[in-house]
């Protein structure tokens, strides 16, 4: 039972925490200025947006891959622990993981440059959440069978792989229209880290073999990792007059550790009705030199526990046996800390488009500018209908990882607007999601909903995502 509870305790520490990321609902969906963010080419009909701050875009985002919290606790007549045993310890692979995000948009503001309108600029900031947990596989095998049954297995301490982090950003674009068929963006960023923890490309076993003094030899070799910043001093504020938050805005507000990044992306027509479209986000990295705390656990160690040799042992049973086997294995693999800087690049995500729009183009009723890099001034929405599809990938820990979605758009009026799409991607093959965006006035109000089969049955789903906010819109018609 303490193996089974271990386990669990493991799995529902990495469930824990709230990694991001695919948008595909909000990609190209261009009447909603927060499509800026996932790129900075993307089509701007707006004259200038405010969004409210705060509440302009908040979104968030949870999955498993593997299993589901309805797989463990389903009244089914399946025994708990054959259950654990079955789906956790030996159903899941070190590429299983736990995690998700949390975005929040606090402020976000665009105006068009009345010099050069084919410019529109774009500034703001944001906050994000973001963990993954990786499955430690072998580990979990560890735990819960011993290792009395499993000799010459070499545990993986490979398999040890986690990533969480909150931080602030700033950030600055620029969209230009180059050309009647395209158009460019870019955007610098700032980040402000708030706190970070990391432990990846970690090396090392863990493997009982047959002694030669006593029955098990065990044997460690281990060259591990965790590095962390922001943790320690919030952990020791106690003994500081400032209070946890004014520590965290502090540190959101370039009080953290910084680093430097940018977007890019684009908008090319390919004809009068396909359009593509292509994104490269996050490209930077984080210096981390402040209240940084590693550990470290590197070294070889080989034992086959207390060796007892009789008669001899009893003329010392007062020597403290247990506490010098401790000594010398720590001795041969030290757990160490240090505070030595070091750098986190962002996680990079590429996004890709492809839209074909469906009908008749909607009639021009008021002048343009003139100019081969004039701004339409016509109706901001050129086609009532379009479909496509949209590539989303994420460099992760363990590698690149992929979402496929094809879509559907329509228009009704000019007031609403609805987007249909299915993806498939590591969490669920059968993602289904809706969003919608209304218009009233100037007020623009929007929610993007992922994964809405899964709502049917909460606890058997393995992923969802809800984003909604509120803008100020003044459209570019006149």
């Known amino acids: 039972m303490i193996k089974i509870r271990l386990v669990l305790f493991t799995m529902l520490f990495s469930v824990a925490y709230l990694g991001a990321q695919n948008k595909q609902l909000l990609y190209d969906f261009y009447e909603i200025p927060q499509s800026l963010l996932i790129n900075p080419g993307v089509k701007t009909p707006y004259k200038w947006h405010a969004g409210i701050p705060a509440i302009s875009g908040i979104a968030v985002q949870a999955g498993t891959s593997g299993i589901t919290l309805n797989d463990l606790f389903a009244n089914d007549g399946i025994d708990f622990t054959d259950k654990v045993r079955d789906k956790v310890v030996n159903g899941l692979s070190q590429r299983d993981e736990f995690g998700g995000s949390l975005q929040l948009d606090i402020l976000n503001i665009g105006f068009r440059n009345a010099n050069r309108p084919e410019d529109y600029y774009s500034f703001g900031v944001y906050g994000e959440l973001s963990v993954t947990q990786y499955w430690p596989k072998d580990l979990a095998i560890l735990a819960f069978e011993g290792n009395a049954n499993n000799l010459n297995r070499r545990f993986s301490l ?37 706190f970070e923890a990391k432990s990846k490309s970690n090396s090392g076993y863990f493997v009982t073999t047959q002694g030669q003094n006593n029955l098990l030899r065990n044997t460690l070799v281990a060259d591990v990792q965790l590095q962390t910043s922001g943790l320690n001093e919030s952990v020791e504020n ?3 007059n400032e209070s946890i938050g004014s520590l965290l805005a502090r540190r959101a507000l370039f009080g953290g550790n910084l680093g430097l990044g940018f977007d890019v992306g684009f908008t090319y027509q390919l004809n009068e009705k396909t359009s593509i479209t292509g994104s490269l986000l996050d490209v930077g990295f984080i210096n981390h030199t402040k209240d940084v705390k590693n550990f470290t656990l590197e070294g070889t160690a080989s034992n086959e526990g207390i060796e007892i040799i009789l008669p001899e042992s009893f003329e010392d049973l ?41 009908g008749e183009q909607k ?67 059968t993602n289904i999601g809706l969003g919608l965006n209304f218009q009233a006035g100037p007020v623009n ?23 909604f906010g509120f803008n100020i819109i003044s459209w570019n018609r006149n």
Not at 163 to 185: A, M, P, Q, T
Request: with cysteine.
């Open 158 to 194: 490979s398999h040890l792989t986690t990533f969480g982090e909150g931080l602030s950003v700033f950030h600055f674009g620029i969209n230009r229209k180059v050309s009647d068929k395209l158009r460019l963006g870019a955007r610098g960023k700032i980040y402000s880290s708030i």
């Open 238 to 240: 106690e003994d500081s």
């Open 318 to 358: 007062n020597s403290d046996i247990w506490e010098n086997l401790i000594d010398d294995i720590e001795a041969q693999v030290p757990f160490e800390t240090n505070s030595d800087s070091y750098i986190t690049l962002r996680p990079i995500k590429l996004n890709a488009s492809i839209r074909y729009n469906i």
């Open 363 to 429: 009639q021009k009723t008021e002048d343009c500018y003139c100019g081969i890099n004039g701004v339409e001034n016509n109706s901001p929405f050129d086609y009532k209908n379009a479909v496509g599809g949209h590539l989303f990938i994420i460099n992760k820990p363990k590698g690149p990882q992929a979402a496929l979605t094809a879509f559907y758009q329509t228009r009704i009026g000019n007031a609403l607007a609805l987007k249909a799409t299915y993806t498939a991607d590591k969490f669920t093959f």
């Open 445 to 467: 109000f929007y929610i993007l909903g992922d994964n809405l089969l899964g709502y049917r049955n909460i606890p058997d789903s393995n992923y969802a995502s809800l984003q």
